[in-house]
């Protein structure tokens, strides 16, 4: 991963975007990392496993019965039980 700081992302900026094109770009300010750049379609190769996984996830409990529907009483029931007690 390359690193740049704000101001030089600032000042070259086409280079900082060719370069997150390429691979992930730490960006830091004051030696303190703020932020990470990069492309859409490396993000969209990072989640598009997570996403499918998770839908995986979800419809094998629909299968397994391991799903509560969201009625009216269910969400009653779900805020009475994280409700906080007062004191």
Known sequence: MKTMTASAASKEFGLYIDTAQHEPVLITKQNRPVAITMSIQQVER??????????????????????????????????????????
């Open 46 to 87: 990072l989640f598009k496993g997570q996403v499918e996984a998770g839908i995986a996830r979800g419809l094998q409990d629909v299968a397994a019965g391991r799903y509560s529907e969201m009625t009216p009483t269910h969400l009653e029931t779900m805020r009475a039980k994280f409700k906080s007690p007062t004191s």
